[in-house]
DNA sequence: GATGAATGAGTCTTCATTCAT
DNA sequence: GATGAATGAAGACTCATTCAT
C-alpha cells in the first residue's frame, strides 16, 4: 500500500487476459498468435506507459518517451499498438480487469443490510489500495481532461467506474427516479475521484486521515437517503433547508 | 499581480515572475509602463486564451493559437507575455481580482452566525455564476493537470482559492487545531472543484439540481461540524460508527 | 530552350499572382498580408519543390527534402504551406498562370482556318519550349500516378490542360459528338503527355527528331478528322478497314 | 529469368542480379533450390505485390504490406527476396514469361506480308488482353516513375518490352536507318504506353471505343511507312509540308 | 522455412520561442 | 508596438530491413 507505480510488473498473470489461444474463441482479427516476448513486451510498455502517463498526464505523454521509458524503440511500440489512444485504452482495460480480478469477489461480498460505514470501507478501501498500488488508475479515471468534450476511447476506465458507482448506488436507492440516481452516482464518484487525488498526494497518517475525512463525507452524504432507502426529500435535519 | 510581463530574458525558470513585486526586480528592468493600447492588447490576449483554454486545456492549447484568436501575430504575444506559463499566470491574476472585485465585499458581508445554508448559499451562488462567466476559471482552479505534482506558477488561482476556504473553514472552526482546518479546508476545496467541473457540465434543470446536489453534501459534511464549533468527534448519529 | 528546370526563379513577376492587395478583393481568409521576405521564400520553395518533385517524383518527395533544398528548416515551409499536397497544388497554379501569360495570347491567336501543320507547330512549340523551361510542369501533368484514382487536388495540371486540349479539338470537329471530341481530346493529350516524357529525355538533334515524330503521329491522326470537319467514319484510305 | 531471389547478401546495388545468369555468379552461392513449398511462396507474394503495386503504385507499397496481402510475415518475405526492387523485378520477369508463353507464337505467327490492320489487331489484341488480366504490367511497363532518371531495376518489363517492339518495327522498315527504326520504335511504344493507361481506365463499350482510336493512331502513324518500307521522308499527302 | 519482434532513420507536421523589419 | 518570418527540436507514426526463435 505505501510503494507507488507497481503496475504491469511484467508478470504473466495480466499478460494472459489478452493471450487468447487462437481456436478457443476466434476473435474478429486474425488469431495473430503473440509470442512469449511479444506479451512481455507489451507488459513493458505499458508500464513504461503507466509511469509516462502518471509523471506528465496523458496529453503530454509522447509515444517516444514511453517506447524510451520501456528501452525500445519507437517501431516496437508501433507493432503492438496502433496509436498513442490505443496504449491508454488497453492500459485502462488492464487494470479495469486487474481491479475486477482483486476485489471483484470482495465487492460483491458486500452485502446491503450491512451498516453504511462498513459498507464505504469495504467498498472505498480496496479502491484506495488499488490506486496507490497503480496509481496510473486515478488518471485514467480523471478522463478526458477537457470537462464537456465528447468522451474519447481512454476514458473507458472513466465511464466504466462510473457505470459501476451507479450500479450500487442503484442498489442502495430502489425506489429512488432514475435520474436522481444517475446525479447521485455522478456526484459520489467525482467526489470520490477528488479525494482520491488528494489521498495520494499524501502518505503515512496524513494520508490516513483524509481516507476518513472522505469517507465521513460521503456518510454523510448517503446516511440520510439509505435510511430512506430513496433520495427522498432529505428530512430539516440534514439538509439546508431552503433547497438542498 | 500584475507583473506577470516579466522581460523576455529568456529566463526558462520563470518562477521569481510571480513571487516578486514590482518594483522589487533586481534584474535590467526595462520600461515597463503600459499604455492604453497595452492595455487593450492584453485583455485581448487573456480573453483569447481564456477561450483556448476552455476548448483545449492548458497542455494542447498553444501560445500559436491563442494569438491566432486573438487576432495577433505571435510575436505581439511575446511583447507582452514571456511565455506560455505566465499567460496561465495573469489570467488566473485577473480572474481572481475579477472575482474580489465582484463578490469580494459580498463575501465579507456574510455572517459567521447566519445558519449554514444561508452561508453555502451566499458562498457558492456567486462561485458558480462566476464560473459560467468565467469558465477559465475552473480550469485553472485546478492548477498542475497531474496530481502530486509540485505546483507550477499557472497553479496561482488554485493556491489562492485554496487559501481563501482554509481562511473561510478556519472562521467557523475556531476551535479545531490547524491540521485539522487545513484537511477539512482541502477536502472542501477539492469537493467544490469536482462539483463545480460537473455542475459546468450541465445546463438549465439539470444544472440547478447538480448545484443543489453539491450543497446538500456540504451541508451535511459542514453540519456537524459548526454545530460543535470545532472538528470534534463527530457523534454517532452523524458518523460512521467506527470513525474510518 | 536548352537550360532545364529554370521554374520559379523568385521573379517577382509569378509572386503577383498570390500577393493580392488587401481590400482589393477581399478573399475567403483573411487579407494576411505578406511581406516581400515570404513572398520570396514562397518562390524558393516552390522551385525547391521543383527540382526535388523533377527528381524523385510527388509521391517520394519529402517535405523535409523541399526545405533542404530551399535552405531553410523544415517549420518555414509550413508556414506558407499547410501540406504537402498544397505546394503541388501552388506549384501547379504558377506553372499554369505562367504558362497562360506566356504563351496565352499566342495560344489564342491561332486560327482554325490556318493549315493543321500550322496549327500543331503554333500549339505543340510553346508547349515543349515551356516544358523544357519548367520540367514540372510535366511531372504535374502526368497528375495522379495511380491510374483509376480519383483526382486529387494536386492534379490540378492534368485536369486543367485536358480540358484546354478538349476545347481546343471541339474547335476542330464542331460537328463531332461530345463523346467523340472527349474521346479524341483524351487520347491527344495522353499522346502529347507520353511524347514530352521522350522528347525530355533527349537533348539538341534527337530531341528536334522526337519532335518531328511526335508532331507527325498528331498530324496523321487529326489530318483525316479536320478533314472532314468531323470525327467521321474515316475514309478507307486513313484507317484500317476493319475497325478503326 | 529466375536468377532475381539473389542471396540477402544485403548488396543495396541489386543491379546485377537482373543481368547475372544462373550459375555465373561467382559470389557466395547459398542453396537456392526452389521447393514446391517455396515456389507457392513465391507465387503467392508476386500475387500480393502485385496487387498492392496496382493499388498504390511502386514506390508507395511498403513491403509490409505486400506482405501483410499475401498473409505472411515480413520475415518470410525477405526470405525470397532480397530487397523491395527485387520483388519487382521477378513480377516482372514472370509476367514478360507469362506473355511470352501466351502470345509469343501468336505473335511470331504475324506475318509481315498481312495489311497493316490486320498486324495492328494482333500485336494489339493480345497485348489489350494481357493487360486487363494482369494490370501490373501497365504498372511495370512504365517503369521508372521519374522520366529522364536512369532505369532501375524494374525497369526490366519496360526495357525489354521496349526492344520487342524495336525488334517487331524493326522488322516492317528493313530499310530505314537503325536510328529512325529506334526512334520510332520509341514513340510507338510510349504511344501504346499510354493509350493503355486510358484503355485500362474505362470499361466496356467505352474501351472498345478507346481501343479502337488507340488503332487509328497507330495505323495513321504507320500506314505511310510500312506503304514505302522504310521511314521515307513522307509524301505530301500523309505529313505536314514542313517537315516538323 | 516461417514467424513475430526489433530497429532506427525518416516522414509529415506542430510548437514555443526568437528575430528582423 | 506589431508583424510575419524563422527556427529546430519534438511528436506521432511508417518502413525497409534484420534478428532470434
Redesign the interface.
Known amino acids: 500500500m505505501s510503494q507507488a507505480r507497481a503496475e504491469s510488473t511484467g508478470d504473466t498473470g495480466a499478460a494472459e487476459a489478452a493471450t487468447k489461444k487462437p481456436g478457443t474463441a476466434a476473435g474478429p482479427a486474425r488469431p495473430r498468435r503473440r509470442q512469449a516476448r511479444g506479451e512481455a513486451r507489451i507488459a513493458q510498455l505499458l508500464k513504461a506507459a503507466a509511469d509516462v502517463f502518471?509523471?506528465?498526464?496523458y496529453?503530454?505523454a509522447s509515444t517516444n518517451a514511453i517506447a524510451r521509458e520501456a528501452g525500445v524503440s519507437p517501431g516496437t511500440l508501433y507493432q503492438f499498438f496502433p496509436n498513442k489512444e490505443a496504449i491508454a485504452v488497453e492500459l485502462g482495460d488492464r487494470l479495469l480487469t486487474r481491479w475486477q480480478e482483486t476485489y471483484g469477489a470482495a465487492l460483491q461480498a458486500v452485502r446491503r443490510d450491512q451498516?453504511?460505514?462498513?459498507v464505504?470501507?469495504a467498498t472505498l478501501d480496496p479502491l484506495i489500495e488499488f490506486n496507490c498500488a497503480n496509481?496510473a488508475f486515478?488518471?485514467l479515471m480523471h478522463g478526458s481532461?477537457?470537462?464537456?468534450m465528447p468522451a474519447k476511447d481512454h476514458d473507458a476506465v472513466h465511464v466504466t467506474m462510473l457505470a459501476r458507482v451507479e450500479t450500487i448506488i442503484a442498489g442502495y436507492l430502489p425506489d429512488a427516479p432514475p435520474a436522481d440516481v444517475t446525479?447521485?452516482a455522478?456526484?459520489i464518484f467525482?467526489?470520490v475521484?477528488?479525494?482520491l487525488?488528494?489521498i495520494?498526494?499524501y502518505e503515512g497518517d496524513e494520508r490516513e486521515?483524509?481516507?476518513?475525512?472522505?469517507?465521513?463525507?460521503l456518510?454523510?452524504?448517503l446516511?440520510?437517503m439509505v435510511r430512506d432507502g430513496a433520495h427522498a426529500r432529505?428530512d430539516p435535519a440534514?439538509?439546508?433547508?431552503?433547497?438542498?
Do not use: F, Q
Open positions: 502518471c509523471t506528465t498526464g496529453t503530454a451498516p453504511l460505514d462498513r464505504l470501507d496509481p486515478t488518471v481532461e477537457i470537462p464537456g446525479r447521485v455522478t456526484m467525482n467526489l475521484k477528488a479525494g487525488d488528494v495520494m498526494a486521515a483524509y481516507i476518513r475525512e472522505l469517507k465521513t463525507i456518510y454523510r452524504y446516511e440520510p432529505p440534514d439538509a439546508p433547508p431552503n433547497g438542498g
